[in-house]
Each structure stands twice: as structure tokens, then as C-alpha cells.
């Protein structure tokens, strides 16, 4: 699988943990994050993995900063991403099982041993397709496309 990871300031630090762990499972990794401490924003980076996810170059993100919210928010904005910000293994799974998550997003407070084992369960999870779950995300889908030519409005 090929991998994607990104992170701001407040993320880099988890970032470097987890890119070799990644790559230590047997997963390609594009790194587009930051590539130290400074102030960044974070919208940028969660554009960069969320454009590689919907042009298919790789399977899964992973984006860390300092809550994890910020570029959650952010990554969703970009058609076809489905970011989770997943606080536990359980999470993880159920992002992935349930609603087809392509894109993990972390704290950067966490632990690495911690923000490992959810990454872990994020990768290896398959999405449970058919019935309830894939009905839901279809549902997502067509959202998303009703969207499509529709004017940006900014509140």
C-alpha cells in the first residue's frame, strides 16, 4: 500500500516516529509534510495528502498537527477524502471498517507507541463493504458530487 503523510509544526515530531514505522510494515510513503519545527499552516499540508489520495497516487494519508482537528477539517475539503481524526485503536477501526476513512488524522500530543498502534489498525482494516456501511458512504459520495459546480460561498 502507499502511504501519504503529512503534518504541520505541532505534528512533526510524531511525524518522524511514524514515517519509519510505516515504512517498516512493508508500506511505500510519500512524504509531503513539513520538514521541521517551524510555524507552518496546516491547510497546506492537509491539501497535499488529500490531492495524492484523490488522484489515486496513494491508497492512505496520515496527517498529524497539534490536535489532529485542523487538518481534518481541512483534508475533507478535498473531494473523495474521507478523514477521520481517530483518538484510539477503536477509532481507527471503526473509521476504517465502518466509513471507508482514506486519511488518519492524529495529534501530535500522542505518544508514538500510542499514534503506532492506531496506525497499525488503520492500515490493516479493510472496509466492511456492502449493506448498512457501504450504503452510507455512497450517500457521502453523492454529496459530495451534488456539490460539484456549485459557487464557494465564505461565511
Known amino acids: 500500500m502507499r502511504v501519504a503523510i503529512g503534518n504541520d509544526h505541532r505534528g512533526y515530531a510524531l511525524k518522524v ?3 519509519p514505522h510505516v515504512q517498516r510494515l512493508g508500506h511505500g510513503l510519500v512524504d509531503v509534510g513539513s520538514s521541521n ?3 507552518v499552516d496546516y ?3 492537509a491539501k497535499a495528502v ?3 489520495i484523490a488522484e489515486g497516487s496513494v491508497d492512505r494519508g496520515i496527517l498529524v498537527c497539534g490536535t489532529g482537528i485542523g487538518v481534518s477539517i481541512a483534508a475533507n475539503k478535498v473531494r473523495g477524502v474521507r478523514a477521520a481524526r481517530c483518538g484510539s485503536v477503536e477509532d481507527a477501526h471503526l473509521a476504517r471498517s465502518h466509513n471507508d476513512a482514506n486519511v488518519l488524522c492524529l495529534s501530535g500530543a500522542f505518544e508514538p507507541k500510542a499514534a503506532q498502534a492506531i496506525v497499525d489498525e488503520f492500515l490493516a482494516t479493510p472496509f466492511e463493504t456492502g449493506g448498512r456501511h457501504a450504503r452510507r458512504v455512497s450517500k457521502i459520495v ?3 458530487q451534488a456539490e460539484e459546480g456549485r459557487p464557494t460561498q465564505v461565511r
Open 142 to 144: 453523492l454529496m459530495e
Open 50 to 52: 488529500g490531492q495524492l
Open 17 to 19: 516516529a511514524l514515517a
Open 37 to 39: 519545527g517551524d510555524t
Open 43 to 45: 491547510p497546506d499540508y
